[in-house]
């Protein structure tokens, strides 16, 4: 514990009240006790804080400083009582005294009077508004009784009446909306390079939710460094060993956190994550439940849990731990709405459905069930998803998201006339904002009006000029009009514009491979492997344009196995390992291989017709017949030519077959794999 320090403990950032801070600065014709007084509490020496203050009270009894002094002084050593007599005789002398009131306030924090400390705190705000200490133990105030949203609102006003001055005020509400599973709002408060180091270490985090994690290792490494043997830097350098698999490490580095702060949800949080990855389930569960118990939004951190025990696999553990937090807390709507996306996504659609009415049916006035509803039935019950998106928008006016959605199930269901007039009200909602042309594009996409796909395409350029997804869907579009050259234009432009996407590098390479410029395209998704070495489908059509005619084996045949290795569902994955692999001369795992992707993707002629080309090789004849036939019931593909002179090969003399070259020249399908898509 800090000398003259009082610790309370919040979400992430342990708040230090330290009495010195709390003081009024004593002017320079202060008497010599109260300097030296108030230099002793900076400094940390309590005691001789309390001696400076006792001369000066002797010296002058009525010494408001003197008495707020000594009761600063006393509320550092823990002297409870004699703490409140010396300040709320300063009280009396001045009762509106704005650093005696916050100390008062942080007293009876101290002392758990929630009561007394909530009068003191707002007695000291109607005096001044603007006192940053007074809203922080207000906030405290709240949050130890279980008002979140009261406690956000009081800091969110602190922020709006102070700005960026009040940094502390910045830093714990930003560890608040951490707590509260928000990382994005931590990241617009702190932005930038925030200079303290729990700023740095909360924005780090946060970053690391939102999945930018060489953004978030930068600044643990940089307050791991700077304070490697404080709580900060034990935390950081934990969290950053994690992140770089060095499970050992990070969890010594967190224990050493968790002995100093064993009341410290977030530590149990990061804990849980390094046992997942290790797949001690048990210790995992363990160490989420504790931090779940300790949090303020017991909530989010259950969601948290499901959402990393859903990521290693285990579906019916995070199954499990939802529906104990929907029987604990059958009023929140988080877990509900979780627990109904997990039924939805792992196939249990009238679980989904039947959890969702009766939630829409305790909670009425909950926009969001309806809506989940709507997305529930968007593909194979396009009238009564309508009703549940109207409802949603009735519920929440001021919401864009259900009048988008309900755009799009009029789209589908080829009513234009109401499509348009819902999605121009989303838009409206968007503002004049280059995400409300984005969605009105789509929109006229979806319509197959591309005239007025590519004028909202164009507004939204208009209205932000780096904006990628619109450069995107526009470059698309006039490539599949064939306007090669402007498409290709588009995509340079925003290459440049946003050098570290890999986007517009994999479509513009994309664009080559169709054109039938192979080097071109072989250049781009090298760029894009630059950018984002595990890519899967840069991996896979790098490999596939390499060694599809059986040269450059050596490069392409280690980028496959890499894609493969990411990717082993995918069929386009696994028939370019298997086509790869014939050519190494190991028919026994390229048949394997490609059967996979036949079992995954039936209906492909050219993982067909691959199939057979390697049967047909291996010396299977009629397996090889069969599926080179079941190729060409789809006669117009690329490889139906080579398809039937195999066949006739086969039925001359197998000796005489001969492969034929591979001639496929567009990229493999980007439909199946979503490692790249637009936002």
Known sequence: MIS?????????????INPSRELQAPPPSASSHVQAAAEALRRGDADRAVAEAQAELRRDSKSVSGHELLGAALLAKRQWAQAEEALTRAKALEPKRGSTLVLLG????????????????????VHSPENGAARRGLATASLRRGNVRQALGTLEEGIRLTGDRDEETRLFLASLYYDLDRATEVERLLGGAPASLQARL?????????????AALTLLDEVSKEARDSLWGHLALGVAFRLRGQFREALAELEQVRKEQPNWAPIYVQEGEAWLVQRDLPRALEAYRKAAELALNRGAV???????????????EAARELERAVTAAPQAPEPLLALADLYRDTARADKAEALLRQAAKRLPREARFPYQLGLLFSQQRGQEAVAQFRVAARLAPTWPAPLMRLAEAYARQGEGRQALAAGEQAAKLLGETAAASLFLGTLHEQLQDLAGAEAAYRKALERETTSLPAALRLAVMVERQGRLEE??????????????????????????QRAGREADAIAGYRSVLRLDPDNVLALNNLAWLLGKDGYHLEEALPLAERAYQKAPGSAVVADTLGWLASHQGDLERAATLIRQAVGMNPDDPTIRYHLGAVLA?????VEAVKELQR?????????????RGILQALGEDMQSFTETPHSRSQPRSSTELKTLKIQ
């Not at 003259?4 to 230090?16: A, D, E, K, S, Y």
């Not at 909360?202 to 060489?214: C, I, P, S």
């Not at 190729?631 to 398809?643: C, Q, S």
């Open 106 to 125: 942080h007293l009876s924090l101290a002392t758990n009077k929630l009561s007394k400390a909530t009068d003191h705190f707002q007695q000291a705000l």
């Open 4 to 16: 003259g320090v009082v610790t309370l403990l919040l979400p992430l950032l342990i708040v230090t």
């Open 617 to 621: 090789k291996a010396g299977k004849k």
């Open 631 to 643: 190729a060409l019931a789809t006669p117009d593909f690329p490889e139906a030519e080579a398809a």
């Open 487 to 512: 498409a290709r234009t588009l995509l340079e432009r925003m290459g440049k514009a946003d050098p570290t996407s890999p986007l517009p590098p994999f479509l513009l390479a994309q664009l080559h």
């Open 302 to 316: 259950t969601l948290r849990m499901a959402r990393s025990l859903l990521a290693h696999g285990y579906q019916n």
């Open 202 to 214: 909360l924005l780090g985090l946060a970053r690391l939710e939102q999945g930018k994690r060489d």
